[in-house]
């Protein structure tokens, strides 16, 4: 877990890797695509839920009340998750990465605050 602006170089350089990885791939005539997946945050306070969670604004209000958070979980800072998802989107989409798909994790994941059982 790092702070939005060390996210967004990491960031600029992968895909700036990225984009050259791809016009060396097309000018060899070869075919290509890249998977990325948004980050699921945990979930503080996750042994008091017994199911899973639909109404995402409601747990991703927990998620962003900090004082929901045991100490030791501060160090994760899943309240940025959602908005570094953004980072990563907008980033790839005004990049010229041409042939890339985005994985959804988050939207699914987030509603089990169950431990998935």
């Known amino acids: 877990p790092v702070n939005d602006e060390i996210y967004e170089a990491g960031w600029n350089q992968t895909i700036s890797t990225l984009e050259e990885y791809e016009r060396n791939l097309t000018k060899l005539g070869l075919p290509n695509i890249f998977f990325f997946r948004t980050?699921?945050?945990?979930?503080p306070q996750c042994e008091t839920y017994t199911a899973p969670v639909n109404n995402i604004s409601q747990i991703e209000a927990v998620i962003a009340n900090r004082s929901s958070y045991q100490a030791h979980m501060m160090k994760f800072r899943w309240w940025q998750f959602k908005a570094?998802?953004?980072?990563?989107?907008?980033?790839?989409?005004?990049?010229?990465?041409?042939?890339?798909?985005?994985?959804?994790?988050?939207?699914?994941?987030?509603?089990?605050?169950?431990r998935h059982r």
């Open 84 to 114: 570094q998802n953004g980072i990563m989107e907008y980033l790839l989409a005004a990049s010229t990465l041409r042939n890339y798909h985005i994985m959804d994790g988050y939207d699914i994941n987030i509603r089990r605050p169950d």
């Open 39 to 43: 980050t699921v945050p945990g979930h």
